[in-house]
């Protein structure tokens, strides 16, 4: 692992996958930091598969694939006046002083952080198909290994990964392994990952004989956030069925529900826990729009769609806002990061897009000093974009 003494001055956004049917529907490769004179000179592609939490201290720290370099890279955030500055470091898979590339290493980041200042990260190691976590210990050093390898002979795992810390500070990660079509949880037993299937998906079943029946594929777009009661809620895309599906549960198994079958749906979602209500925002692919589904474990829900602009709903971050959850999420139609929440009684819509940029890539929020800020992958300046939310 190397620090750069670099500090920039703008965050760029990182890069995902965009949602079906979005206009300039992001690359494969992932753009990077922009700085206040604008992009550095090429090559530079960092930031893209971005995850951001709070320090202790109340700073911002972002973990995300730099696809310069095909590695992890790590940022810290110093916010001043509304801007923000970044210290970086290279965290894995950097070539070393020879220059040679020792692997691709970095996609599908998630980032989790103790009370100590511990920070865990887990992603995807492309170059051999398997969930690796990287831990920086309060004083920086990390430590680097594999966290699931996934099942099966040929691996093809971590995918759509996400980390959360249980009730002893444990980290807890999910993702979906793409070579046997399931979702996988792996746990830290204290000096190691050990992992499972979560769910294995079943096969549709048409509802009639003009459509094809599909293998059970479940586990994309996986996200996971653990109670202050120690249950293990992991909302996540069932692609055999459409259906947005929610786990809950712990170590000792999980019960999984339909949450939304009404189309296509249930890609893209994040969920917001209070006690044992919960809330989901998450994408309708049929309709392309953003929709939110309120309700606990087993039903029943309630579902509203939010946002029926065109191709909106993606990327979908979800916070409490007082009372109430705010979505930010992408707006496809006009490249833009776009905000949700109540006011009045009411769904107020607002665009937090950069004039001039395409933001709104893999949206993720996080409060500084009181004041809630949100970042993005902008995906002209090929950075992370990180701005107060009005």
């Given at each position: 692992?190397?620090?750069?003494?670099?500090?920039?001055?703008?965050?760029v956004p990182l890069l995902l996958t965009g949602?079906?049917?979005?206009?300039?529907?992001?690359?494969?490769?992932?753009?990077?930091?922009?700085?206040?004179?604008?992009?550095?000179?090429?090559?530079?592609?960092v930031g893209a598969w971005l995850s951001m939490r709070a320090l202790p201290d109340?700073?911002?720290?972002?973990?995300?694939?730099?696809?310069?370099?095909?590695?992890l890279g790590f940022a810290i955030g110093n916010v001043q006046d509304g801007a923000?500055?970044?210290?970086?470091?290279?965290?894995?898979?950097?070539?070393?002083?020879?220059?040679?590339?020792?692997?691709?290493?970095g996609k599908y980041s998630a980032l989790a952080v103790a009370s100590d200042g511990t920070a865990w990260v887990v992603y995807q190691d492309t170059s051999n198909g398997?969930?690796?976590?990287?831990?920086?210990?309060?004083?920086?050093?990390?430590?680097?290994?594999?966290?699931?390898?996934?099942?099966?002979?040929?691996?093809?795992s971590g995918y759509w990964a996400s980390v959360a810390l249980d009730t002893s500070g444990n980290p807890v990660a999910v993702h979906y392994d793409k070579a046997k079509g399931t979702l996988r949880v792996a746990r830290w037993n204290g000096t190691a990952f050990t992992a499972t299937v979560a769910y294995e998906g079943t096969d549709s079943v048409?509802?009639?004989?003009?459509?094809?029946?599909?293998?059970?594929?479940?586990?994309?777009?996986?996200?996971?956030?653990?109670?202050?009661?120690?249950?293990?809620?992991?909302?996540?895309?069932?692609?055999?069925?459409?259906?947005?599906?929610?786990?809950?549960?712990?170590?000792?198994?999980?019960?999984?529900?339909?949450?939304?079958?009404?189309?296509?749906?249930?890609?893209?979602?994040?969920?917001?826990?209070?006690?044992?209500?919960?809330t989901i925002a998450y994408h309708d692919v049929t309709n392309q729009?953003?929709?939110?589904?309120?309700?606990?474990?087993?039903?029943?829900?309630?579902?509203?769609?939010?946002?029926?602009?065109?191709?909106?709903?993606?990327?979908?971050?979800?916070?409490?806002?007082?009372?109430?959850?705010?979505?930010?999420?992408?707006?496809?139609a006009n490249n833009d990061m776009k905000l949700a929440r109540k006011r009045s009684g009411d769904w107020a819509l607002d665009v937090v897009g950069s004039s001039g940029a395409a933001v709104g890539y893999h949206n993720e929020t996080v409060e500084v000093g009181g004041s809630r800020y949100a970042a993005s992958y902008d995906y002209t300046n090929r950075g992370i974009w990180f701005t107060a939310l009005p």
């Open positions: 692992m190397r620090v750069s003494a670099l500090v920039y001055v703008g965050l949602c079906k049917g979005c206009i300039k529907e992001p690359p494969e490769e992932d753009p990077g930091v922009i700085g206040e004179d604008g992009p550095p000179p090429a090559p530079h592609d109340g700073r911002p720290a972002v973990s995300y694939y730099d696809r310069t370099a095909d590695g923000v500055s970044w210290t970086t470091e290279e965290v894995d898979s950097y070539p070393d002083s020879t220059g040679l590339n020792p692997g691709d290493s398997v969930l690796k976590y990287a831990k920086r210990d309060p004083a920086g050093a990390w430590t680097i290994g594999n966290a699931d390898t996934g099942g099966g002979p040929s691996f093809d048409p509802a009639d004989t003009a459509t094809e029946a599909l293998s059970g594929d479940a586990g994309e777009y996986a996200k996971l956030v653990i109670a202050a009661d120690g249950t293990e809620y992991i909302a996540f895309y069932d692609r055999a069925w459409g259906a947005l599906r929610l786990a809950s549960g712990n170590a000792g198994g999980y019960s999984v529900e339909v949450v939304d079958d009404t189309g296509d749906v249930g890609q893209w979602p994040d969920l917001l826990v209070d006690g044992t209500s919960v729009d953003l929709k939110l589904a309120e309700g606990r474990a087993n039903g029943p829900w309630t579902l509203t769609t939010l946002d029926t602009g065109d191709h909106v709903g993606a990327d979908t971050s979800i916070f409490a806002d007082g009372s109430s959850p705010g979505v930010v999420y992408f707006d496809g």
